[in-house]
């Protein structure tokens, strides 16, 4: 199994948006500098979004795109079913005619069993999540600016010739 850009790039501006739209809708133009993804490529990805109610569209001025419920409601598997990237470790596509003859292979039950796994783990890991990994610990950073600098010794000089 593969995940493809598209899936990629779905998730990783879903987790943008639910990182800086907490106040104001997010632009796409925003994510499209910050994550570096072609601004017409999420044109295509937040519209698939939208339609699987994962996001909704604000209008006119300070407009942009917004979460459409809460990041902890959303999951990785939400977003990448939204834009059609198929989580399929099998040959067949799970139709079951994995062989030339239009029969079921032998590790058929194998890699469907995968997909189930990897779907569920999917499933299990929400937006929210994501956005907690990526935000910097505020305590972590608080300690690092109570603690004095070490102190610098000076460098020795050069002596001229």
């Not at 925003?30 to 017409?40: F, N, Y």
């Not at 698939?48 to 990041?71: D, I, Q, T």
């Amino acid at each position: 199994m593969r995940l493809t850009t598209k899936g990629r790039f779905a998730v990783t501006a879903m987790i943008d948006v639910a990182m800086h739209g907490t106040k104001t809708p997010v632009t796409l133009a925003g994510v499209s500098q910050r994550q570096k993804i072609s601004l017409s490529y999420l044109e295509q990805l937040f519209g698939k979004l939208r339609r699987h109610g994962l996001v909704e569209s604000v209008r006119g001025p300070g407009g942009g795109y917004r979460l459409a419920r809460g990041p902890e409601a959303i999951s990785v598997a939400d977003v990448i079913v939204a834009v059609d990237e198929p989580i399929d470790a099998t040959k067949c596509g799970g139709r079951e005619n994995c062989k030339d003859d239009g029969k079921r292979c032998m590790t058929h039950e194998l890699w469907a069993s995968l997909n189930a796994h990897i779907f569920g783990y999917l499933r299990s890991v929400s937006l929210a999540e994501l956005v907690a990994q990526n935000k910097p610990d505020v305590t972590v950073l608080q300690d690092q600016r109570a603690q004095p600098a070490a102190p610098r010794t000076p460098e020795p000089a050069e002596e001229i010739a």
